[in-house]
Structure formats: C-alpha cells, structure tokens
C-alpha cells in the first residue's frame, strides 16, 4: 500500500512552520546567550544591541504579512525588502561587533543559521506563489489586486496564528528586549564618561 500523495504546498507550509521557524528562533536564542556570554552590554554596547532588535523588526513585518495577509506582488515586495535589509543590517551588526568584542566560533556558526534561513523561508514563499512572484518581475500580467494589501484567505487556523506569534514573542523578541535593557543598564551614567 503506497502513502497517500501529500500535496507539494501544504509540504512546503510544513516545512515552513516545522523545520525552518523553530531553527531560526533556535538560533536567534543561541545568538543571545553568545552575545551574553561575551559581555555585550560592556563591549559592543548599545548600539549593536539596537541592531539586533532592528533586525527582529525587519524580518517580524514579513512574518505577520505571510501569518495575516494575502501573498501578492506587493507583500513579495515587502518580504523581498525585509530580508535584504535584514542581511544588509547582519553585515553591519557583525561588522561593528568584531572590532569592540570577540565573536567565538559558535557564535560565527549560529550567524550562518540567522543568514540563511531568512533567504530559506523567502523562497519557499515564492515558490507557494509563483504567480505572485511573476507579477512582481512583470513577466505576467498582475491582476488587478497585486499591489494591494488584503486580508489572507482562507486565514490560517488562529491556534497557528496564535503559535507562531507566541513563538516569536518569546524566543525572538524577547531574548533581544532584554538584551537592550541590559545593555542600556550598563551604560555609565552622563556625567561619568
């Protein structure tokens, strides 16, 4: 008996949400405790903790377009943008890092998962839509809705709604919230410098 045919996109949405978000929110929480482990509030300091929460901002509006609103030609768009300024922004975080602190082995690895997977997730998107994607280059005609912001339909469940913000809330945005009021607690005071 052969296993029933499994669509290509509900595998690709499995891939998504299964194997490539909880591995990006993974690393992103293995990337924290680096930047904990090498005194980041008393080396790099503020500033490259800014960074990483423009980088968690950069890449959270592509993730609640793909959970809330429809893939066409404009939030492609936006997506596309979002994961290049995020890999623009990574450069730059690293760059300005590496001559005010160590950046371990580890850490250099775990950078090499919060690279890629970004560009991972934005190409399964585009493969999900493909005509979407066609009309943004304009190598078909876009219809008549593709630069316009819509409401997802069918919406995803809420309970996988819920999951991914929840997921995201607490091993993406937090860990870097907290980074950046620990490092602002670190400063020395105006008047000390």
């Given at each position: 008996m052969s296993p029933a045919a499994v669509p290509l996109d509900a595998l690709l949405w499995g891939l998504l949400g299964s194997v490539v978000l909880p591995l990006w929110l993974l690393a992103g929480l293995a990337d924290y405790w680096a930047h904990a482990r090498s005194d980041i509030a008393h080396t790099a300091g503020?500033?490259?903790?800014?960074?990483?929460?423009?980088?968690t901002a950069q890449i959270g509006v592509p993730v609640l377009l793909v959970l809330l609103a429809r893939i066409n030609a404009l939030t492609l768009a936006?997506?596309?943008?979002?994961v290049a300024a995020h890999t623009v922004t990574a450069y730059?975080?690293?760059r300005y890092a590496a001559a005010r602190r160590h950046i371990s082995p580890f850490e250099q690895f775990?950078?090499?998962?919060?690279?890629v997977l970004p560009l991972a997730a934005l190409a399964i998107v585009i493969v999900l839509h493909w005509?979407?994607?066609?009309?943004?280059?304009a190598l078909a005609e876009a219809p008549p809705n593709a630069w316009t912001l819509q409401w997802r339909?069918?919406?995803f469940e809420r309970?996988?709604?819920?999951?991914?913000?929840v997921a995201s809330l607490l091993?993406?945005?937090?860990?870097g919230v907290i980074e950046f009021v620990r490092t602002l607690a670190a400063r020395p005071p105006a008047g000390s410098r």
């Open positions: 503020l500033h490259e903790s800014a960074l990483h929460l423009l980088q936006v997506l596309i943008l979002g730059r975080d690293v775990v950078h090499n998962f919060l690279n005509p979407a994607f066609q009309a943004l280059l339909e069918p919406p309970a996988v709604i819920a999951a991914v913000l091993f993406g945005l937090l860990p």
